[in-house]
């Protein structure tokens, strides 16, 4: 079993940051990869940041320059700095592990989410 909590969602203007961290806790695997993705109104869930266990790090496109994703003291714990928001930065926001089993199988698991709005 794991169990993610996640924290800072919001209400933010335009322009403004918000920073969110998520700690998994259960059983964990040596090799896996948290991360956050998203999904706004009317749209698919989508690829925000995500980070594995040797820092291989990647963004969604829609995010490049304004967000940075990293881990913290805790191999478990993962933060989103969120900078620059935008109206389109609106969504819930889903924290999520993968447990790597092998290089064919890998076990997601994912948070209750974190609403984030950005309006003005």
């Known amino acids: 079993q794991v169990h993610l909590v996640e924290s800072g969602g919001g209400l933010v203007q335009p322009g403004g940051s918000l920073r969110l961290s998520c700690a998994a806790s259960?059983?964990?695997?040596?090799?896996?990869?948290m991360g956050w993705y998203r999904q706004g109104p009317g749209k698919e869930r989508e690829l925000v940041a995500d980070?594995?266990?040797?820092?291989?790090?990647r963004y969604g496109d829609s995010v490049k320059g304004r967000f940075t994703i990293s881990r913290g003291n805790a191999k478990n714990t993962v933060y989103l700095q969120m900078n620059n928001l935008k109206p389109e930065d609106t969504a819930v926001y889903y924290c999520?592990?993968?447990?790597?089993?092998?290089?064919?199988?890998?076990?997601?698991?994912w948070g209750q989410g974190t609403q984030v709005t950005v309006s003005s």
């Open positions: 980070i594995t266990s040797t820092y291989s790090i």
């Open positions: 999520n592990i993968a447990n790597i089993a092998g290089p064919q199988y890998a076990a997601d698991y």
């Open positions: 259960g059983s964990i695997f040596s090799l896996n990869t």
